[in-house]
């Protein structure tokens, strides 16, 4: 039997209601004190799709959610405010699976175009490898439905895709990228937080790591 505790119906609520009460707060700070870009010492411009609750310093950060350290508020599929070839690194954790599968090459390719010539394209997302391996050694499906098909605890909170390494690469490929090759959150530059690339979730009897964390440049 998993040992990993199911969330109470009252948990279920008081976390949306948390939700809720941050995207009101957030509202409220963006309207009266919207957050100034950040200007890197470097001169290097880093932008961080689908950033979440997560505020990484020196880095552009744009989501839909209406936070108070979301720079640009809109869907991270279209860049269409930031030239081609602008950014030097364009990080994106635990996103991409939240288009449908047939957007995903769209997706990477819009991305890819606003990096310049060696920028960096730095993508986490589920391990489909990792999940279907546990479920297929024993591990309770109900373990694997989180991280498969997404919390679905609000509207943007679902997966429409599944990638293992060989897909990924093969569309980090198609876009236009080069020298592709695994990270690690510990190691890797500009990487001084903690979000979903690193995260450990209990799948049957053991902790795993879900994360297939891939980087590409572009040619």
Not at 28 to 33: I, Y
Not at 96 to 124: D, I, K, N, T
Not at 203 to 216: Q, R, Y
Request: charged share 25%; glycine share 10%; net charge neutral.
């Amino acid at each position: 039997m998993s040992e990993n505790p199911r969330p109470t119906f009252g948990n279920r609520v008081k976390d949306k209601l948390v939700r809720l009460g941050r995207r009101q707060i957030g509202s409220f700070k963006r309207r009266f004190n919207p957050p100034s870009l950040p200007v890197n010492a470097d001169g290097r411009l880093r932008l961080h799709v689908g950033c979440g609750m997560v505020d990484a310093a020196g880095f552009v950060n744009i989501d839909m959610m209406d936070a108070p350290h979301i720079h640009i508020q809109r869907p991270i599929d279209d860049l269409s405010l930031f030239a081609d070839g602008c950014a030097d690194l364009v990080y994106a954790s635990h996103c991409l699976e939240h288009f449908g599968y047939r957007h995903s090459r769209s997706v990477l390719q819009e991305w890819a175009r606003v990096l310049r010539p060696e920028g960096v394209l730095r993508v986490a997302v589920p391990d489909f490898a990792v999940l279907a391996h546990s479920y297929a050694a024993g591990a309770p499906l109900r373990d694997v439905q989180g991280p498969l098909l997404g919390g679905q605890d609000y509207r943007l909170n679902f997966h429409g895709a599944v990638f293992d390494e060989q897909l990924l690469r093969e569309l980090m490929g198609e876009v236009g990228l080069t020298d592709i090759r695994r990270w690690e959150p510990e190691t890797v530059d500009h990487h001084d937080f903690r979000d979903e690339s690193g995260s450990v979730c209990r799948i049957g009897a053991k902790d795993m790591k879900i994360s297939l964390n891939l980087e590409g440049r572009k040619r």
